[in-house]
């Protein structure tokens, strides 16, 4: 588990993913890999669209930082 103050994951899904955005979705690499820092909420978001996923993964300290400034950041600008 996570520490709660870093709970970013990735998911690598088996199709392209929906125009839509994804619960707590926080940066889409290509159209099959999405971060999120709603996790739960975006795994019950693919099950219920029967998206399935390959793999998962959080996200490692440094990158979870690089992804917190940059949302930040964008929120400013």
Do not use: H
Not at 5 to 18: G, I
Not at 27 to 44: C, D, H, Q, S
Request: glycine share 6%.
């Amino acid at each position: 588990m996570p520490p709660n103050w870093l709970s970013y994951k990735r998911f690598w899904l088996a199709q392209d993913l929906p125009p839509v955005s994804i619960p707590g979705e926080s940066e889409r690499k290509g159209l099959r890999t999405v971060t999120t820092n709603l996790p739960i909420e975006a795994e019950a978001y693919f099950l219920k669209s029967g998206i399935n996923w390959n793999t998962e993964e959080y996200i490692e300290l440094e990158e979870g930082c690089y992804v917190l400034v940059k949302v930040r950041c964008s929120l400013v600008f």
